[in-house]
């Protein structure tokens, strides 16, 4: 294994840093860690995690889709992509580093594919960290996230006061290649040691083995379990329907597309979206979903149970825990679960 000792950490970023964009998580005005992009002095944040995950370098909040141009009966369309350059995020948490598979498997894995996506995810690099101190508010391991083993081009592991890195495909060659001359041959002995102490950390934490048994769905008879249950006429009646927690789950992917007037044709862009607001999905008729029950059930019955339906049951939740430390009314993916669980009637959806 190769490594770097943590007071160099700068030297591994200006290598990179000057030769191609680079991004570390960094504190921010507000106090909290975002990934910024890297300047000569920024300093690594060691925050657990990020407040918006890195699926935002691959799947922006906006994006210019195509301009349109009329001159008399003449249609120019014109496609605003230029060809990005390589960039790298350094410091992707484990969890956010398994959001990119779902995201993948719908935007690059599925017909058509995803151009806008794929043509970011091509030129990016993603450098996970292992996590060392896991929050009360995490449960990535519920989902088999080992979040002392994160996936990505490069694994990365701060462990006895030094970084250790392992490259995991060609991107992650590619850098370790770059910055070779700065690391040294090691044993793994640290990381090792490191991993043991993490992992019964994870053990202790409250949503640790959050049961998603009731959840592992095997036909249309089992969704239509949960989608009747009675467990959603209690649970949505607080929700505020604010959208927040879309705007932080790194699984999130819903967009809405607007064009724009700007006096000199027409510029179309697409933004993210919520399943949670009143005019998601809407058409010339109506939104499908008219109340706040249908809107909320909705939300969880996507990531809980539709998804895996289509996805070979693999949830879409990371467990990262944002949703839960953001939405002001404490509501969440977890408290959904375990409201589910303990229902008399879960077994059957509340037909009795």
């Not at 890195?165 to 770059?178: L, Q, V, W």
């Not at 700007?262 to 979903?289: E, H, L, V």
Request: aromatic letters at 10%.
């Amino acid at each position: 294994m190769l490594s770097l000792p943590e007071e160099k950490i700068n030297d591994l970023f200006e290598c990179i840093g000057s030769k191609q964009p680079l991004y570390i998580p960094q504190m921010n005005t507000s106090g909290n860690a975002d990934f910024k992009r890297w300047t000569k002095g920024a300093k690594l944040s060691k925050a657990l995690k990020t407040v918006r995950s890195a699926k935002d370098f691959f799947f922006p909040k906006t994006e210019h889709m195509v301009s349109l141009k009329m001159e008399g009966q003449t249609v120019t369309v014109e496609d605003p992509r230029k060809e990005l350059e390589d960039f790298v995020v350094f410091g992707v948490r484990a969890c956010d580093a398994a959001s990119f598979k779902v995201v993948d498997d719908v935007y690059l894995n599925m017909t058509p594919v995803d151009t806008y996506y794929k043509n970011r995810r091509d030129h990016g690099t993603v450098v996970t960290l292992a996590c060392t101190d896991p929050a009360q508010t995490c449960f990535c391991s519920a989902y088999g996230i080992d979040s002392t083993n994160p996936a990505g081009d490069v694994s990365a592991w701060l462990a006895g006061g030094k970084y250790y890195f392992k490259a995991n495909t060609p991107k992650g060659e590619k850098f370790i290649a770059a910055v070779k001359s700065l690391l040294s041959e090691d044993s793994d002995a640290a990381v090792s040691a490191q991993q043991k102490e993490t992992k019964e950390k994870i053990e202790k934490l409250p949503l640790a083995h959050l049961d998603l048994s009731k959840w592992r769905i095997k036909s249309s008879k089992d969704m239509q379990k949960i989608f009747n249950s009675k467990v959603w006429d209690d649970l949505y009646q607080t929700c505020l329907g604010c959208g927040t927690c879309t705007y932080v789950c790194p699984t999130c992917m819903c967009f809405d597309v607007r064009d724009f007037d700007t006096g000199n044709g027409i510029k179309q862009f697409r933004c993210w979206d919520s399943c949670m607001y009143s005019d998601f999905t809407q058409m010339a008729a109506a939104n499908p979903r008219l109340t706040q029950k249908e809107r909320f059930r909705q939300r969880f019955m996507h990531k809980l149970v539709y998804y895996p339906m289509a996805h070979e049951d693999h949830f879409q939740c990371v467990g990262c825990g944002r949703c839960l430390e953001s939405c002001p009314i404490h509501m969440n993916i977890a408290k959904v679960i375990k409201a589910y669980n303990e229902m008399p009637d879960s077994t059957d959806g509340g037909n009795k």
